[in-house]
């Protein structure tokens, strides 16, 4: 962690002044008179590419074909750095934080996981689990959104894939909300170390045993020829515990509020289920959730500058889900826009693009379908609490803090 700066820095000389704003991703100014998409479709208003000289300096992407060019451009734009400050992340995740050709032997280690068979398996248990929350809730006409669904459904599905004890899933929240909420390396490190600690604990036992779970799979890494040391079975199941408790719980709490302050969506919604996949999909474009990071390779020219070597860009998912040049009217939920019957959901960036791209994301949209589908055919009509109006946040994830919804029984 040594080199790693959270501080703000000087201008480059090769960074034209035009191109720099004051914008902190973990702080945000405007937040709180908005929501995060507010404050990305603010950044959009100056240059398309922007340098901060928050944590370290940074270049940022603001638009959709900006983004696209650099998660499709793993030869440039490397992932071995994907957190911003450069080496913020003091463990890497493969096969998230490595490169082709390399990456490949690691999500083949992950893939039979998230199979057709596999992925229909776990949506017939979110439905169940879904139904089960509902029921704890819906004669009282109220319920924290956060706390009684979002920090409950997908984290409970992760752990039921990689058999980790459901008492436990509040702790492993917490623990992954203070990681991903962490603003200095010295919280980063503190953050990190129950979780490594118990995660080795575990495998330790797994490998000895005969599982056929996620983490078992993992931990028999360590047979296989090619295997390259402990960092690599350590950061392979944190890349699983990061991305089962926290993405879909957000989207699932963005989709939510959006519904809540938009009562016709919810009406359409109930009077003609068969637009959920297409309405899922518009949700999954415009509520990109991820802002990721990439260690420039080589000096690389676009929109009139160049960015060098050994700098780190910046991938805001939600502003590229918002650039009106690739979507008519980019803030309005429109279900019928098209595109959204693409295949593989070609209409946006959200799950990554090349060989990057998400795998998880055949449970994410099987969770938020099952949401839509079970909520909306159960929960009356449901509004925000006007007592307690609805907080975003910004940082690694794009989330939604407090969230508190309302129905007549």
Known sequence: MGGTSFATVGKPEHVPTDRVVDFDYMHPAGLENGTVYDVLRELQNGPDIVWTPRYGGHWIVTRFEDVKWVQDNFAIFSHEEFTIPREASPIKMPPLTVDPPLHARYRAVLNPFFTPRKVAEMGE??????????????ATGRCDFRKDFAEVMPPAMFLGIVDLPAEKREQFVEWGKAFMHADNAEARMAALGPIVGYLNGVMAERYAGDGDDMLTAITRWRDNPRFGGEHEVIGMALLVYFGGLDTVANLLSFVAWHL??????QRRLRDDPDIIPAAAEEYFRRFGLSNTGRLILSDVERDGVTMKAGEMVMVPIGASSIDERRYPDPLTVDFDRPGNFAPGGGSHNTFGNGPHKCLGQPLARAELKVFLEEWMRRVPEFRIDPARPPVSHMGSVNGVSQLHLLWDV
């Open 125 to 138: 248990q979110a439905r169940a689990l879904t139904n089960e929350l509902i029921d704890k809730v819906i």
């Open 260 to 265: 809540a302050e938009h009562p016709g969506h």
